[in-house]
Protein backbone atom coordinates (compact mmCIF):
# COMPACT_ATOMS: atom_id res chain seq x y z
CA UNK A 1 0.00 0.00 0.00
CA UNK A 2 1.30 3.39 -0.92
CA UNK A 3 -0.06 6.73 -0.13
CA UNK A 4 0.27 9.15 -3.06
CA UNK A 5 -0.20 13.29 -2.01
CA UNK A 6 -1.05 15.86 -4.17
CA UNK A 7 -1.93 19.84 -3.90
CA UNK A 8 1.06 21.55 -1.76
CA UNK A 9 2.28 24.73 -3.30
CA UNK A 10 2.81 28.10 -2.50
CA UNK A 11 0.06 30.43 -1.58
CA UNK A 12 -0.47 34.23 0.07
CA UNK A 13 -2.14 35.01 3.56
CA UNK A 14 -6.02 34.58 3.59
CA UNK A 15 -6.23 32.32 0.32
CA UNK A 16 -6.33 28.67 -0.03
CA UNK A 17 -5.23 25.41 -0.94
CA UNK A 18 -6.70 21.37 -1.20
CA UNK A 19 -4.39 18.66 -0.77
CA UNK A 20 -5.19 15.20 -1.69
CA UNK A 21 -3.91 11.52 -0.80
CA UNK A 22 -4.97 8.67 -2.45
CA UNK A 23 -4.40 5.33 -0.77
CA UNK A 24 -3.20 2.69 -3.57
CA UNK A 25 -2.88 -0.82 -3.62
CA UNK A 26 -4.47 -4.09 -2.05
CA UNK A 27 -7.02 -2.67 0.35
CA UNK A 28 -10.76 -3.83 1.76
CA UNK A 29 -10.91 -0.57 3.88
CA UNK A 30 -9.17 1.79 5.70
CA UNK A 31 -10.21 2.69 9.10
CA UNK A 32 -8.91 6.23 9.52
CA UNK A 33 -7.16 8.58 7.40
CA UNK A 34 -5.65 11.95 8.24
CA UNK A 35 -3.30 14.78 7.80
CA UNK A 36 -0.65 16.07 10.36
CA UNK A 37 2.27 18.56 10.01
CA UNK A 38 5.93 19.40 10.66
CA UNK A 39 8.08 22.34 10.35
CA UNK A 40 12.02 22.15 11.27
CA UNK A 41 13.66 21.07 14.41
CA UNK A 42 9.65 20.59 15.71
CA UNK A 43 7.80 17.13 16.10
CA UNK A 44 4.77 16.23 13.50
CA UNK A 45 1.79 17.71 15.09
CA UNK A 46 -2.03 16.17 14.11
CA UNK A 47 -4.00 18.66 11.54
CA UNK A 48 -6.89 16.90 11.11
CA UNK A 49 -8.43 12.82 11.15
CA UNK A 50 -11.58 11.43 9.86
CA UNK A 51 -12.57 7.98 10.57
CA UNK A 52 -14.39 5.80 7.67
CA UNK A 53 -17.29 6.63 9.54
CA UNK A 54 -17.10 10.44 8.59
CA UNK A 55 -15.96 11.17 12.67
CA UNK A 56 -13.85 14.14 12.33
CA UNK A 57 -11.06 15.42 14.58
CA UNK A 58 -9.22 18.93 14.07
CA UNK A 59 -6.19 20.62 16.03
CA UNK A 60 -8.04 23.61 17.70
CA UNK A 61 -5.42 25.83 15.34
CA UNK A 62 -7.45 25.08 11.93
CA UNK A 63 -10.58 24.45 13.44
CA UNK A 64 -12.69 26.84 11.17
CA UNK A 65 -9.98 26.92 8.70
CA UNK A 66 -9.62 23.56 7.33
CA UNK A 67 -12.17 20.56 6.60
CA UNK A 68 -11.17 17.09 6.52
CA UNK A 69 -13.09 14.94 4.16
CA UNK A 70 -13.09 11.60 2.45
CA UNK A 71 -14.29 9.54 -0.61
CA UNK A 72 -13.85 5.69 0.72
CA UNK A 73 -14.84 4.22 -2.27
CA UNK A 74 -11.93 5.88 -3.75
CA UNK A 75 -9.54 5.46 -0.60
CA UNK A 76 -8.73 9.23 -0.51
CA UNK A 77 -8.74 11.86 1.62
CA UNK A 78 -9.08 15.90 1.55
CA UNK A 79 -7.51 18.59 3.34
CA UNK A 80 -9.51 22.06 2.59
CA UNK A 81 -7.24 25.12 3.82
CA UNK A 82 -9.35 27.71 4.03
CA UNK A 83 -7.70 31.49 5.55
CA UNK A 84 -4.20 30.26 5.08
CA UNK A 85 -1.72 31.99 8.11
CA UNK A 86 2.02 32.07 7.94
CA UNK A 87 2.10 29.81 10.57
CA UNK A 88 0.62 27.21 8.25
CA UNK A 89 3.35 26.77 6.57
CA UNK A 90 5.11 23.64 6.73
CA UNK A 91 5.20 19.75 5.16
CA UNK A 92 1.77 18.30 5.12
CA UNK A 93 1.98 14.18 5.65
CA UNK A 94 -0.98 11.84 5.11
CA UNK A 95 -1.58 9.44 7.43
CA UNK A 96 -3.85 6.12 6.90
CA UNK A 97 -4.18 3.55 10.00
CA UNK A 98 -5.55 0.16 10.38
CA UNK A 99 -5.70 -0.62 6.67
CA UNK A 100 -7.32 -4.05 6.11
CA UNK A 101 -5.97 -5.80 3.65
CA UNK A 102 -6.85 -8.71 1.23
CA UNK A 103 -5.77 -11.61 4.06
CA UNK A 104 -7.03 -9.80 7.34
CA UNK A 105 -3.97 -8.26 8.26
CA UNK A 106 -3.57 -4.11 9.20
CA UNK A 107 -1.60 -2.09 8.42
CA UNK A 108 -0.08 1.31 8.57
CA UNK A 109 1.26 4.42 6.05
CA UNK A 110 2.75 7.39 5.67
CA UNK A 111 2.35 9.41 2.47
CA UNK A 112 5.91 11.20 1.50
CA UNK A 113 5.00 14.92 2.54
CA UNK A 114 3.98 17.95 0.47
CA UNK A 115 5.28 21.27 1.28
CA UNK A 116 2.81 24.11 1.59
CA UNK A 117 4.24 27.38 2.12
CA UNK A 118 1.75 30.49 2.68
CA UNK A 119 3.56 34.27 2.30
CA UNK A 120 2.89 37.04 4.38
Known amino acids: VQLVESGGGLVQAGGSLRLSCEAR????????MGWYRQVPDKQRELVAT???????NYANSVKGRFTISRDNAKNTVYLQMNSLKPEDTAVYYC???????????????WGQGTQVTVSS
Open 95 to 109: KAENILGPNGGLSER
Open 25 to 32: GSIRSIYK
Open 50 to 56: ITSGGST
